[in-house]
């Protein structure tokens, strides 16, 4: 199926691994150009390299530098000559139990999960209204729909940008205007934040990697941690022209871990 997009300029926020990168390879191989962010310069170059040998056609711009940092925002945008899509996404808040949490804590994931997001949806959303298209994937948990006891900054932050993002969305001067804005919700994806977080659980609970890996899948009917390459279809397509009447819609990617009807 051809996506319709190709030609379109994308912004994809911490992209130079795992799920972002999984989302730009994506956007890549359909032809969209790609300005990308992440803090570290020599991954997020190799990533860049590489998603050009995906798709010598296109263009690649990098940005390096904490996404929620403003002056880093700003220069995304300024690298892109049109933001058509927007793909929203940064590391998540540390695992842990609430009484240990300072103000600081919370605002940092507020920061970092909620307001960063809304901020560059801000920036674009009008603009995309104008010239009549726009797509807005923010990449946020599983854990919004089901709450992970341990991540609470993680629930408390992106189910703030859900309940926002699920009014904003609905607003008929962008729906109209065929800018979309949806979520994405990850269950159990194979990434360097995944690895970190079994490791995390082998060490406190005494038990080798590999028990909690088994663990781990049982509880997830596909009997395996999902893809950053499936991840990123999923995103392309809710980036391209067929996806024009679905927004405001939160999409669990998790192998039927969720156990419920909707
Ligand atoms: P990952 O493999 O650790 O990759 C994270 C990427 O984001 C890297 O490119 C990293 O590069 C960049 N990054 C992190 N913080 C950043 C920041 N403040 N500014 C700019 N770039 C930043 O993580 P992932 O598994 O893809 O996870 C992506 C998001 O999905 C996270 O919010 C995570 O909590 C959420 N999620 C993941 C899963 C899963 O199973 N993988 C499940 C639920 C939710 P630098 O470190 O160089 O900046």
Known sequence: MDLGISGRWAVVCAASKGL????????????????INARGLEALEETATFLRSLNPAIEVRCVAGDISDENVRQALLTQCPQVDILVNNAGGPPPG????????????????????????IKATVDGMAERGFGRVVNITS???????????????????????????????????????????????FDTDRLQ????????????????????????????????????GAVCAFLCSQHASYMTGQNVLLDGGHYQGTF
């Open 142 to 188: 599983s854990a919004v729909k089901a709450p992970i006891d341990i991540l609470g900054l993680s629930n408390g932050a992106r189910s703030g940008l859900t309940g926002f993002v699920a009014g904003l969305a609905r607003q008929a001067r962008l729906a109209e205007r065929n800018v979309t804005i949806n979520n994405l919700l990850p269950g159990s």
């Open 20 to 35: 972002g990168k999984g989302c730009a390879s994506a956007l890549a191989q359909e032809g969209v150009n790609l300005v």
């Open 196 to 231: 970190n977080t079994l490791e995390r659980s082998a060490q406190s609970t005494g038990k080798p990697v590999a028990d909690i890996v088994q663990q781990r899948l049982q509880t997830i009917p596909a009997r395996r941690f999902g893809t950053a390459d499936e991840f």
């Open 97 to 120: 139990d609430f009484r240990d949490w300072t103000r600081e804590d919370w605002l940092s994931a507020v920061e970092t999960n909620m307001l960063t997001p809304i901020e560059l």
